[in-house]
């Protein structure tokens, strides 16, 4: 009973809040008509913008309160409102977003004080009947949890209203996908200038230092056949190199280990070689058809990027590796007992793997608190 009294409470507070803000709807609702006569008189045009700032602001306030109460953010999408006045007045007038916060604000007028007027009116009857019931052979409350479902039918409008529209979705979604399109060109341009690195400085070096042994070697096989056997020698060693160069960019690209041994297998090798007690985690990664080679590649230069880092930088001696499987997704959690303090702007690796995974629409989440520890979470789309 008690329990039931405090949630009844706090979904009162709740309601409660709500109606202040339909009050201030109310008055934000007659200061947009008084701005709009104003702006239709021109002389007040300048305050419209403004007057859409402030009920903006008000439906930020009314987000974060359905938020609160639902545990479920409510995403806002506006059009800035910047440039000449003319273009301010023309964006707050057209925008989808504010238009939706007008309509919100009407609403929220009426339900907002209805809810309200509903969880007073219930508070005597619920404490007469559910005392007596509660009394009765300790028989549960049944009508104090209404007023908690009061107050999630006004945060359920409350965010059904506040949604951004789908034109307003869309358009952010096309500015997504034109910054992950920017990063992977970024991406894919500095992968190709360490190819490129990697091959002009370690196997093309060594494949004309090879080139030039066997020509010294071809010059002095029939004058100083020592001399040109030592020199074939050492043009084999050459030739070793060059192969171990060649492995090193072949492993850059798409490593051999991946197709060998799968995504499980390979990050346990790496997990092996990092010089770090890793404690690897499979989840059921290993069960069922393997990700796509794009998919399982990024995970890969994660969990390598990650531990290298965490031994480079973090001072730790132990880390763990977390790959899971979800519906259209693959979760890799990578987690290192060092200092913390990771941050993208210092040449961690960080931006690499942010800009790795949002080529392919994946999202990467870092916490790296001073003192640590450091949780890198990624999630990638997954056609199973």
Known sequence: MRAAVREAGRATVHLLTGA?????????????????????AVFGAAVLPEAVLTLRRLAGLERRRAAAWSGQPVPEAYEPLTGTLRERIRTAVHDPGSKRDLIWGGAQLLYGMVLLYAALILWGPALLVDGFWCGLAGRRPVLLPLIGRLADVG??????LLLPSPEARLAERIEQLTVTRADAVAAHGAELRRIERDLHDGAQAHLVALSMRLGLARRAYGKDPETALRLLDQAQDQAESALTELRHVVRGIHPPILTDRGLAGAVR????????????????????????AAVEAAAYFVVAETLTNAAKHSGARRAAVEL?????????????????????????????????????????????????????????????
């Open 20 to 40: 202040g803000v339909a009050l201030l709807c109310h008055l934000m609702l007659g200061f947009l008509m008084v701005t709009a006569v104003l702006t239709a």
């Open 155 to 160: 945060a359920g409008w409350s965010r059904t």
């Open 324 to 384: 899971g499987r979800a519906p259209g997704r693959l979760r890799i959690a990578v987690r290192d007992e060092g200092c913390g303090g990771a941050e993208e702007g210092r040449g961690s690796g960080l931006l690499g793997i942010r800009r790795r995974v949002a080529a392919l629409d994946g999202t990467v989440t870092v916490a790296s608190p001073a003192g640590g520890p450091t949780v890198i979470e990624v999630e990638l789309p997954c056609a199973w």
């Open 269 to 292: 090798a790496l997990a092996a070689s990092s010089g770090l007690d890793v404690a690897v985690e499979t989840g059921g990664a290993e069960d069922g058809p393997r990700a796509p």
